[in-house]
């Protein structure tokens, strides 16, 4: 980039001022690039740079292209709303950023995306950053993921944290997340929520209960214990008319999909209901997708597949591949993933075309317990590794969001679905735009030793201490916006962190407790269980 390309003032227009949403472009625009250094906004003298914006269809849809009409004058086109919103994501990512002065994209050309579906999952429970951070703090996280090329958002209203319909905490999640889903849709989003097939509050009957004893596999297909059995003509009842009330408190919100889950939590053991997956499963999940439609016409149902024949074949594949050879039309799609490789049933045999295939990354909880308890997790190998499995059969899919600490996974993800964009490309532009340009290889290090380090049972050697090395020189070179910013302490603090137990035989010390104490800040963690909330420590240990 060429020193004479540095601006010290900017004026931005939209030719189409009469589109509703123009200000509102403007506003991202502004408010992204004044975060990252002093510039004064407005034509100030002939030195200012003048950045247009423009709707233009025909450039593919959700696409945009970055163009230079003259010196001093660059264009950013969209195909559509959210077209231009990626285009100036784009350029906010890859321009550069001095105290005073600003340095213009130097990138040029179109781009398009390759799949349709590219969507995030917030997992909407457990105290998470999702449940309790202010809402504006989630809002504004959700705008920063959607200058990546997200363009779908869904949720999980969590029965299971409540006392029954008329419970008051109930009520205020619900405004919550419709909250969040509105603010998705003003966006351009396309907005969903999930329900399991079989889901109940806290206060279900005893005596309506799902059998989750599911031998063998009750390990890895979970279940609160409060879900109910279809199969019993009361469970049945009570699980549409839990249903039922959902749908109705957001059906003042235009929903555009809804998934169906098998597991993880829900399904049901029983001799009626087993294979769930294959048997029970489908009879209520019909029953409540056209509940759905009462509410949503064009709602669009997803089945997942979560867990299905997770430990050895029960014929759930098979039966709803067999209810997919029929046409059903009230399915939309199919979800399928797992926690380690991707499923083989989906790769091994095509599933009708009408039936679009996304996956369900599982950016969160993979090798750390608590989640996000050291701090960021950034996985990208193994996300790569699992995308190539799939890749040839997916039209896009909701990484799963337990919240900010695997911010990195969720961008690496939304790369591969806009277009195969390889992890170090992608982590060069997220490190040298949050960070600076000067420290992207001494970061790009360290993630790669912090991913081999990633375990369940910690693990670390030598290498252990090169990251907090290689992290602790980017750190000196970082403006004290970006060092203190909480995308980088919880990348820093998981180096030292991780330096911290090598010392002590992969066990926390007291040296510890003031970083498990910033993440849980950074998290809004206070109040999270467990397994979302860094270590509490007390006299050395655990409480």
């Known amino acids: ?242 249903i039922q009330w959902e749908f109705a408190v957001f059906s003042d919100l235009k929903i555009d999909f809804l998934w169906i889950w098998p597991y993880d939590q829900g399904g049901c053991g029983c001799e009626k209901c087993r294979p769930w997956g294959g048997n029970a499963f489908l009879r209520i999940a019909e029953e409540e997708a056209a509940l759905a439609r009462k509410f949503w016409p064009e709602v669009k149902i997803y089945l997942s597949t979560w867990l299905f024949d997770c430990v050895k074949p029960e014929g759930e594949w098979e039966g709803l591949h067999a209810l997919l050879e029929k046409n059903p039309d009230w399915v939309g799609g199919v979800i399928a993933d797992s926690h380690t490789d991707f499923p083989h049933y989906p790769l091994e045999h095509d599933l009708p075309e009408n039936y679009p295939l996304l996956n369900f990354p599982e950016i969160s909880m993979w090798g750390m317990n608590p989640w996000g308890t050291f701090g960021a997790n950034p996985a990208p190998l193994r996300f790569e590794r699992l995308w190539n499995q799939a890749k040839d059969k997916l039209q896009g899919g909701f990484p799963y969001s337990e919240g900010i600490f695997e911010d990195i996974n969720k961008v690496v993800v939304s790369r591969f679905y806009w277009g195969d964009v390889p992890w170090q490309e992608t982590l060069r532009e997220y490190i040298a735009y949050e960070f600076s340009p000067h420290v992207v290889e001494d970061v790009i290090m360290a993630i790669k030793i912090m991913e081999q380090n990633q375990s369940r049972q910690w693990m670390g050697d030598s290498q252990t201490h090169d990251a907090y090395f290689y992290m602790k020189r980017a750190e000196a070179s970082l403006s004290s916006k970006a060092r203190t910013s909480w995308r980088w302490r919880i990348l820093f603090l998981r180096s030292r962190i991780e330096r911290e137990l090598l010392s002590n035989h992969g066990k926390p010390t007291e040296n510890c407790r003031p970083w498990f104490e910033e993440l849980t800040e950074i998290y809004h963690a206070r109040n999270a269980q467990e397994c979302v909330k860094p270590i509490q420590m007390k006299y050395g240990n655990r409480d």
């Open 1 to 242: 980039m060429n020193e004479e390309k540095n601006y010290q003032s900017i004026e931005v227009i939209l030719a189409e001022q009469d589109v509703p949403w123009a200000n509102d472009l403007i506003g991202i625009f502004q408010r992204h690039l004044s975060k990252r250094c002093q510039i004064q906004w407005g034509h100030h003298s002939t030195a200012s740079l003048l950045v247009e914006l423009a709707l233009e269809p025909g450039i593919g849809v959700e696409g945009f292209r970055i163009e230079e009409v003259s010196s001093g004058c660059i264009r950013i086109v969209g195909n559509d709303k959210l077209g231009l919103r990626y285009g100036i994501g784009k350029f906010l990512r890859t321009s550069r950023y001095l105290q005073d002065r600003f340095i213009p994209s130097p990138w040029r050309g179109t781009s398009v995306p390759a799949r349709k579906v590219r969507g995030i999952y917030f997992a909407t429970h457990f105290h998470n950053f999702y449940h309790d951070a202010p809402i504006d703090q989630v809002r504004e996280y959700l705008e920063e993921l959607s200058l990546w090329g997200y363009n779908a958002l869904n949720i999980w209203f969590d029965m299971h944290h409540y006392q029954g319909i008329d419970d008051p905490e109930a009520r205020v999640m619900i405004e919550r997340l419709k909250l969040l889903l509105g603010t998705a849709k003003q966006t351009g989003f396309n907005i969903g929520f999930a329900i399991l097939a079989n889901e109940s509050f806290a206060d279900s009957p005893i005596e309506l209960r799902a059998d989750q004893t599911f031998p063998g596999t009750r390990h890895v297909r979970g279940g609160y214990g409060l879900e109910l059995c279809p199969s019993k003509p009361a469970g049945r009842e009570l699980i549409l008319k839990n």
